[in-house]
């Protein structure tokens, strides 16, 4: 079946850790975005990227990075220097051209302890 | 001004009522319009893209006025399984990244 997976579902971290999410697709989509949802909000855009080597960040990049070396990966780092990491992390792709709709994969919800 | 408004919510209706949620954009260039839905702690899910001459899909009618700047999706005949949040979604274009989300509207259909 042709999908988003991230991975995991949820995760624990201790403060002052890095930690990495997974997002694969493989649905051949050039775009890839990761998104930041915290209870009741909206989703907020965290990075993109158009194609293979290359990624532009979001309206909150700080405290994150990603790197984008094969088409169907997008890993998010969450570091340490994100003050308030907590929250629902949801991966997205979609086809290049400005009438193509996203899909997203199933999210993992990131607590820190 | 948020580049995306919708209805605050939450609308809290019988079974079989008809709803209708609201949605306004604020960039006159945005080329695409969709509506998502959000169940609790799931990812959002397309419901239906929103063309120009307005479209239908079974119980649900969208509608787009781009001299307005205004979105709006209509659920007829709810049922309990439309219970979700429904998003709005545009996009400003530029290969395709620049999607903005509204905050969303919450839908609670009761028995």
Redesign the interface.
Known sequence: DGGITQSPKYLFRKEGQNVTLSCEQNLNHDAMYWYRQDPGQGLRLIYYSQIVNDFQKGDIAEGYSVSREKKESFPLTVTSAQKNPTAFYLCASSTRGSYNEQFFGPGTRLTVL | RKEVEQDPGPFNVPEGATVAFNCTYSNSAS??F?WYRQDC??????LM?VYSSGNEDGRFTAQLNRASQYISLLIRDSKLSDSATY?C?V?L?????N?V????TRLSVLP
Not at chain 2, 41 to 46: F, I, Q
Not at chain 2, 101 to 104: A, I, K, L, N
Request: positive net charge; without cysteine.
């Open positions: 080329q695409s969709f702690r799931k990812e959002p899910k397309l893209s998003l979604v996009n274009g530029n290969y395709g990244q999607f989300f509204g905050p969303g």
